[in-house]
C-alpha cells in the first residue's frame, strides 16, 4: 500500500551551507555568496528538487566572529528576489523580533506574500546576545523579557496582517470609494514594551496570514504555525511539528571523510538537531522512519553545492509517495487552512 | 582633446500608491499590489531607457476626521522588499526606495539597502525623508520621539552612519587565495561602525561588501532649509518640487552655492523633480486630456471629502455639484498629520474658506468645480509629444533640471505614452540615450565615482 503523502521537506539556503567551514568547499570565491546569482541558484536548485520551502537564516551581526563567512546578505530581501523568478517554493526569511520594528518587520513579509501570490513564510529569529542588542543601540533583554517580546512581536504581527479584511479594496466606482474603511482596522496592539496602532500599510497577505516557523523552545504554540524542533522531538503545541536534520553526504569522498574534512578548518558544533552522516539510501530510510512521528523535516546540508545536489537527485526523489508536493500557496503546500481574519470574525 | 558633452535628460517614475492622482476607477488601472503590474512597469521603463523607479512611503494609513481615507488609492508593499522582488525580474533600471530615518534604526535601514544594492547588482537608491509626526509614531516603538527642529540633524547623523557602514568593508577583503586562505575575509578588512550621540547611537558591523556602484544612490526630496542643506552635504540626486523655469532655475542656483560651501563640484548632484505630463495628438486634445485628468482626479465625493477637512464636519448631504455650504465650519484648526493636508495649513482656515466662498461667487463654481481650481493644479506639462520634448530638450540645455521624475495619473497608460512616443523625439533631440551605457544606476546618472 502506498502511504499517503505527510512528510514536508524544507530546506534552509543560507550562505554557502551550514557547516562554517563550508565557503571553503564550495569551489567559489568567498564574495560569490552574496550577489543574486547565488541566491537565485541555490532556490531555484531547491525549487525543482521539489522542496515545499526554502528557508534564509540571518542576524544582525555577521555569521562568524572569526575565521569563517563575515558576511551575509540580509534574509528578507534575499527571499523577495526570488519571487518573480519561483512559482512553487514558499519562501521564509529569519526576520528579528528583538533588533526591529514590529511594524516594518510585518509590512515587509506582507510584501512577501504579496509578491509571491502566497508562498511567503516567517522563521521567527530572536537574536539578543550584546552585539545584536548593540546594533540598535540596546542591551540584551532578559530571558523572561525575550520571551514576552517574541510573543508580543508575533502577535502583533499577526494582528496586522488581519487589519484589512480579503473585500476591504471595493474599488466602488458610483460612490468614488476605493475601499471601505469599515473594514480597515486599527489593532491597538499592546506588547509589554511597545504599543502600534495600525493599521498595517498593506492589504492583507493572501494567505491570509504568513506560515510562522519558531524553534520549539521559544514556546510559542499556537502562535506558531510550524515548530522546529531538534533530535528530542520534543513536543509542541503548533499546528505542525518539523524536525531539524543536518546532512553530510556520500558524495565523491565518503560523508564522514568530508566531515572530517571540513571539522579539521572548522569544528561544527552540534546545535541539537539530528546529524545524518552517510549514504543518500540511508537518510531515505531515516526519513520514512520519522514520516509517522513528525510532520516534516527541515534539511541543514553541510555543503550547499555538494549535499544539496545529492538530496535532489537522491533523496528526494525515493520519497516521492512520502513527501507533500508544493502547493499554489505554502499554506496548500503544508496542509494548513486559510486563518479566518480576527475582525471579520468579531465584527461580522 | 576635450570634447563637449551634450547634456541628457534623465527620467525616473515615482509611484506613490497612495493619494488622489491616481485614477483608479478608469478600467484601464492596472490593480494597485499585484506585482505583476510592478513587474511590468519595471520592464516598460527599461525599455524606455529610463534611469529609475521610485516607490513612495507611508508608514501609516491615511485618515480623515478618525476614519480611514476611502476615495484613494491606498495600500502598498514595503519598499525595500518590492524592490528586492523587481530586481529579480529586470537587469538595468534602478530601484529606489523611500525610507524615513525618524522611524527605522540606522544599521537595520542601511543593511536591508546595502543587500538590495548587492542583490541588484548596483542598481539601488535611498530617497531619504523625515518626519516628526507623531500620528505615524503610533505604529513605532517610540512613538513621537524626535522634536520637529532636530528632525534633520537625525537625518544627517543617521545618513552619514549609513555611509559609514557602507564603506566598511575595504576593497580588497578577499583573501588572495580563498582555497587554502587562513580566514573568509582578510583580517582587518572589515571595520566595526560606533555612533554614540543622544539621535543615533548603535554598535555595528557591517554583514556586506561595496556593491558595483559602491552604495546606493542617495536621493533627497526635503525643499526646506534642513532638506536644502542635507541634499547639499550628502545626496547624488533631489527629487525637488519646483518644475517653472524661474523657480527651477533659482532653486538649482541655491544647490549649486550650498554644493560650493561643502566643496561638491557643481556636476555632482542631479536635479529632477516631479512632474506630472499629459500627451496628446494635438495640442488642443492634451488640453482636453489634462482637463479630463483634473475632473476625474476630483470625483464630486472627493470634493466634498476635501472641503470636510477644512470645515470639521460631515458635508456629505452636499451636492458637488451644487454651491458651497452655507453651514459655518468648526473652529478647530487642520490636523495636518493625518496624510492627507500640507503642513502650510495648520492655521488659518477661516480665512481660506472666505477667499473660497469670495471665489466660488464671482466665478459661480460648484463644490467640484471650486475644488478642482483649489485641491489640484494644472500638470506643469502638456502638449504633444513634440512639444514637451521641445521644452523639456531647453530645460535640460539651460541647465534649469537634469530631468525629471515623473509622477503617473493613470499606470501604465501614461507611461506607455511617454515611452513610445515621448521618449523617442527626446532622442530625436539629442537629449536622451538611445540605449543603458552603463549597468548601475550611479551610471545611468552619469554620477562620478561615489
Same mark, same amino acid.
Given at each position: 500500500?502506498?502511504?499517503? $503523502? ?94 526591529? #520594528? ?62 484589512? #479584511? ?14 471601505? $474603511? ?56 503548533? $499546528? ?5 536534520? #543536518? ?5 565523491? #569522498? ?82 494548513? $487552512? ?11 | ?6 547634456? @541628457? ?25 499585484? =506585482? ?10 527599461? +525599455? ?74 548596483? @542598481? ?65 578588512? =572589515? ?23 559602491? @552604495? ?41 552655492? +550650498? ?11 542631479? =536635479? ?68 492627507? =493636508? ?7 482656515? +477661516? ?16 463644490? +467640484? ?24 530638450? @531647453? ?56
Amino acid at each position: 500500500m502506498t502511504p499517503s $503523502p505527510r512528510l514536508s521537506l524544507a530546506v534552509e539556503l543560507d550562505g554557502d551551507g551550514a557547516h562554517p567551514a563550508a565557503w571553503r568547499h564550495s569551489g567559489r570565491p568567498p564574495g560569490a555568496v552574496l550577489g543574486g546569482a547565488a541566491v537565485r541558484a541555490a532556490v531555484h536548485g531547491a525549487e525543482q528538487a521539489g522542496f515545499v520551502l526554502a528557508t534564509f537564516a540571518d542576524s544582525p551581526v555577521p555569521p562568524s566572529s572569526g575565521l569563517d563567512a563575515a558576511g551575509r546578505l540580509e534574509a528578507g530581501t534575499r527571499a523577495a528576489f526570488v519571487a518573480t523568478t519561483t512559482s512553487r517554493i514558499g519562501l521564509a526569511p529569519t526576520l528579528q523580533v528583538a533588533t526591529t #520594528e514590529p511594524f516594518h518587520l510585518a509590512t515587509q513579509l506582507a510584501a512577501l506574500d504579496h509578491a509571491t501570490h502566497g508562498r511567503g513564510g516567517w522563521v521567527v529569529g530572536t537574536a539578543n546576545d550584546p552585539a545584536a542588542a548593540a546594533t540598535i543601540g540596546a542591551t540584551p533583554l532578559a530571558p523572561a523579557d525575550l520571551d514576552r517580546e517574541t510573543r508580543d512581536v508575533v502577535d502583533t504581527a499577526r494582528a496586522l496582517w488581519d487589519s484589512w #479584511e480579503d473585500d476591504a479594496v471595493i474599488k466602488d466606482v458610483a460612490t468614488g470609494r476605493y475601499l471601505d $474603511p469599515d473594514r480597515v482596522h486599527h489593532v491597538d496592539a499592546v506588547g509589554a514594551r511597545f504599543t502600534v496602532r495600525g493599521p498595517l500599510i498593506t492589504p492583507r497577505p493572501p494567505q491570509g496570514q504568513l506560515v510562522v516557523l519558531a524553534d520549539a523552545r521559544l514556546g510559542l504554540g499556537g502562535l506558531a504555525d510550524v515548530s522546529l524542533v531538534r533530535a528530542d522531538l520534543a513536543a509542541a503545541d503548533s $499546528p505542525l511539528r518539523f524536525v531539524e536534520v #543536518e546532512v553530510v553526504l556520500d558524495a565523491e #569522498e565518503p560523508a564522514v571523510d568530508r566531515l572530517a574534512a571540513l571539522d579539521a578548518d572548522t569544528v561544527w558544533e552540534p546545535s541539537g538537531a539530528l546529524r545524518h552522516v552517510g549514504s543518500a539510501d540511508a537518510l531515505v530510510t531515516l526519513l520514512r522512519e520519522l514520516a509517522g512521528v513528525v510532520d516534516g523535516v527541515r534539511f541543514h546540508p553541510a555543503v550547499q553545492a555538494v549535499d544539496l545536489p545529492i538530496l535532489a537527485d537522491r533523496v528526494l526523489p525515493a520519497l516521492a509517495a512520502l513527501r507533500r508536493s508544493p502547493g499554489r500557496t505554502l499554506r496548500e503546500s503544508l496542509g494548513l $487552512p486559510r486563518p479566518v481574519n480576527r475582525f471579520a470574525a468579531s465584527v461580522r | 582633446m576635450s570634447r563637449i558633452q551634450q547634456r @541628457r535628460l534623465h527620467l525616473g517614475v515615482f509611484f506613490t500608491g497612495v493619494g488622489p492622482q491616481t485614477l483608479w476607477a478608469d478600467p484601464r488601472s492596472a490593480p494597485q499590489m499585484a =506585482i505583476e503590474t510592478f513587474v511590468d512597469l519595471a520592464r516598460l521603463l527599461e +525599455r524606455g531607457l529610463f534611469d529609475a523607479f521610485f516607490l513612495g512611503e507611508g508608514l501609516r494609513v491615511r485618515e480623515n476626521r478618525g476614519r480611514v481615507h476611502d476615495l484613494d488609492v491606498a495600500g502598498r508593499p514595503d519598499a525595500i522588499t518590492q524592490l528586492a522582488a523587481l530586481a529579480g525580474a529586470t537587469e538595468r533600471i534602478g530601484l529606489v526606495a523611500t525610507q524615513n530615518t525618524t522611524y527605522n534604526y540606522p544599521a537595520d535601514l542601511a543593511r536591508r539597502l546595502a543587500a538590495l544594492d548587492l542583490l541588484s547588482d548596483g @542598481r539601488a537608491g535611498w530617497n531619504i525623508v523625515t518626519t516628526d509626526n507623531a500620528w505615524t509614531g503610533e505604529n513605532f516603538r517610540h512613538g513621537g520621539w524626535l522634536p520637529h527642529d532636530r528632525r534633520y540633524e537625525r537625518a544627517t547623523q543617521f545618513v552619514e552612519a549609513a555611509k559609514a557602514l557602507w564603506a566598511g568593508w575595504e576593497p580588497d577583503w578577499e583573501p588572495a587565495d580563498e582555497g587554502r586562505a587562513k580566514s573568509w575575509s582578510r583580517p582587518g578588512a =572589515i571595520e566595526t561602525v560606533e555612533r554614540g550621540t543622544d539621535l543615533v547611537e548603535f554598535t555595528a558591523t557591517p554583514t556586506v561588501p561595496a556593491s558595483r556602484q559602491g @552604495r546606493p544612490v542617495l536621493f533627497q526630496a526635503g525643499d526646506s532649509e534642513g532638506g536644502r542643506e542635507l541634499a547639499a552635504r550628502h545626496a547624488d540626486v533631489v527629487f525637488s518640487a519646483h518644475t517653472a523655469v524661474e523657480p527651477a532655475a533659482a532653486y538649482a542656483a541655491d544647490l549649486r552655492a +550650498r554644493l560650493a560651501r561643502h566643496d561638491r563640484a557643481p556636476d555632482s548632484l542631479r =536635479i529632477l523633480p516631479g512632474a506630472s505630463v499629459v500627451l496628446g495628438d494635438t495640442p488642443a486634445e492634451a488640453e482636453e486630456k489634462a482637463a479630463w485628468v483634473r475632473r476625474e482626479q476630483v470625483t464630486g465625493p472627493r470634493a466634498l471629502s476635501y472641503f470636510e477637512q477644512y470645515w470639521g464636519t460631515d458635508l456629505s448631504a452636499y451636492d458637488p455639484d451644487g454651491p458651497l455650504p452655507d453651514i459655518e465650519p468648526t473652529d478647530a484648526e487642520l490636523d495636518p498629520s493625518r496624510g492627507t =493636508i500640507s503642513i502650510e495649513r495648520r492655521t488659518g482656515k +477661516r480665512a481660506l474658506i472666505d477667499r473660497w466662498r469670495q471665489r466660488a461667487a464671482a466665478e459661480n463654481l460648484s463644490i +467640484r468645480e471650486l475644488a478642482i481650481e483649489v485641491s489640484s493644479s494644472r500638470p506643469p506639462f502638456v502638449g504633444t509629444p513634440g512639444q514637451v520634448a521641445d521644452v523639456w530638450a @531647453r530645460y535640460v540645455r539651460e541647465r534649469v533640471v537634469d530631468g525629471f521624475n515623473l509622477l503617473p495619473y493613470l499606470v501604465p497608460q501614461a507611461l506607455t505614452d511617454v515611452v513610445e512616443r515621448l521618449v523617442p523625439e527626446l532622442q530625436d533631440r539629442g537629449v536622451y540615450r538611445t540605449e543603458y551605457e552603463g549597468t548601475t544606476l550611479r551610471e545611468h546618472l552619469e554620477l562620478g565615482p561615489a
